[in-house]
């Protein structure tokens, strides 16, 4: 069966809540095991997000937000936001890390980034992107876009601690993708 590699741990620090981590790996793990993607990209962002994020993709003229969401591209979070990226790809049914893969997130006047879409990333590619601060805030949340062949699906669900990590929200354009993994 496929799966992220073994000795694959989330990006930690002392912020983050190692129960949220554990649901995020189990998480990642389904959209790999449902989906089998050829590349997998993993983003740890510094803290909470919106679900404003789904399908965003920058500004015009500096002011007007804009979303898209039939042609996806990559959500514009600064680098300083990043605080990790993992870029896995599966040859022979393993997924085997890619040491040399250029950061999806870099510095860019947000008109650029109407060019940045997913379909370029490849036919059968998996993104995911977590929240940190989790342990502090006791809120988190992640995002995952998904281009398989000519289909794109995109799902955003906010998670809330009260005592064990719930689904608060959940937004996306297919039921499917929010079955595998709500």
């Known amino acids: 069966?496929?799966?992220?590699?073994?000795d694959y741990a989330l990006h930690r620090d002392e912020t983050d809540d190692p129960e949220f981590l554990e649901?995020?790996?189990?998480k990642i793990n389904t959209v790999v095991h449902r989906f089998r993607p050829k590349q997998l990209h993993v983003?740890?962002?510094d803290n909470w997000f919106g679900?404003?994020?789904?399908?965003f993709t920058g500004k015009m003229m500096g002011a007007f937000g804009v979303s898209r969401r039939g042609n996806l591209t990559l959500p514009?979070?600064?680098p300083s936001r990043v605080r990790s990226e993992t870029d896995l790809e599966r040859e022979n049914g393993v997924?085997?890390?890619r040491s040399e893969a250029p950061s999806l997130h870099r510095e860019q006047p947000s008109s650029d980034n109407f060019r940045r879409r997913i379909s370029r990333l490849g036919a059968s590619v998996a993104l995911v992107w977590y929240s940190g601060a989790?342990?502090?805030t006791r809120r988190a949340a992640a995002m995952v876009y998904l281009n398989l062949d000519e289909e794109q699906l995109a799902w955003y669900g906010s998670?809330?601690?009260d005592r064990v990590w719930r689904l608060g929200t959940q937004h996306g354009d297919h039921q499917l993708i929010q079955k595998a993994i709500a």
């Open 1 to 6: 069966m496929t799966g992220i590699p073994k």
């Open 23 to 26: 649901l995020m790996t189990g």
């Open 43 to 45: 983003v740890a962002v």
């Open 51 to 55: 679900e404003r994020w789904l399908g």
């Open 76 to 78: 514009p979070f600064v």
């Open 95 to 97: 997924y085997r890390r």
């Open 134 to 136: 989790s342990s502090k």
């Open 159 to 161: 998670y809330v601690y």
